[in-house]
């Protein structure tokens, strides 16, 4: 069975620090990955896409890795601000079907000053 | 502006009686679809369509209807709303080259 699983389910961090945000997935076979961030209320956004032969890639201060031989990427947030209080949300798509994506449930981000 | 466009933002209604939430997107994009979002569960699909007139269940397709007659819109019918209906909804679209999913704004329903 397709799953993606993320940890922490929930991280409060404070302002200015670095952190990490886990998923791994047993989707196969494997197409591509995104990080999406979606801000309470509203509807989730892209911040990276990963495709297999990737390893790294970086939007801001926002850096996704992806290991498509462990089947694990992290998204890490570096210098945390408080807007980027959010959840966070693994979604992996199989061969180049963009209509079977399956979903993490996410990490839920609180940033405190 | 690219926009997803759901209506209503919030609903609560009763058990039993139809109701419609649009979606309509001004990206020309082909494929469309519907996701429930609920603690715990995350975003589950309930229905996608790839192109007019063509549409089809997702994982969690029970009590929902869909249609797609038009490019740019996308409804969600629910003949006869029931309280495990209650969730967050969100329509989105993508293209077929960047796999990248727009979502909406969200429709929050409460049915009673």
Known sequence: KNQVEQSPQSLIILEGKN?????????????????YKQDTGRGPVSLTIMTF?????SNGRYTATLDADTKQSS??????????????????????????????????????? | EAQVTQNPRYLITVTGKKLTVTCSQNMNHEYMSWYR??????????????????????DVPEGYKVSRKE??????????????????????????????????????????
Not at chain 1, 86 to 99: E, F, K, M, P, T
Not at chain 2, 38 to 56: A, W
């Open chain 1, 19 to 35: 952190c990490t945000l886990q998923c791994n997935y047993t989707v196969s076979p494997f197409s591509n990955l995104r990080w």
């Open chain 1, 53 to 57: 032969s990737e390893n790294t890639k």
């Open chain 1, 75 to 113: 998204l890490h947030i570096t210098a945390s601000q408080l807007s980027d209080s959010a959840s966070y949300i693994c979604v992996v798509s199989i061969q180049r079907g963009y209509q079977k994506v399956t979903f993490g449930i996410g990490t839920k981000l609180q940033v405190i000053p």
């Open chain 2, 37 to 58: 979002q609920d603690p715990g569960l995350g975003l589950r699909q309930i229905y996608y369509s790839m192109n007019v007139e063509v549409t089809d269940k997702g």
């Open chain 2, 71 to 112: 490019k740019r819109n996308f409804p969600l019918i629910l003949e006869s709303p029931s309280p495990n209906q209650t969730s967050l909804y969100f329509c989105a679209t993508t293209s077929d080259s960047s796999g990248e999913l727009f979502f909406g704004e969200g429709s929050r329903l409460t049915v009673l």
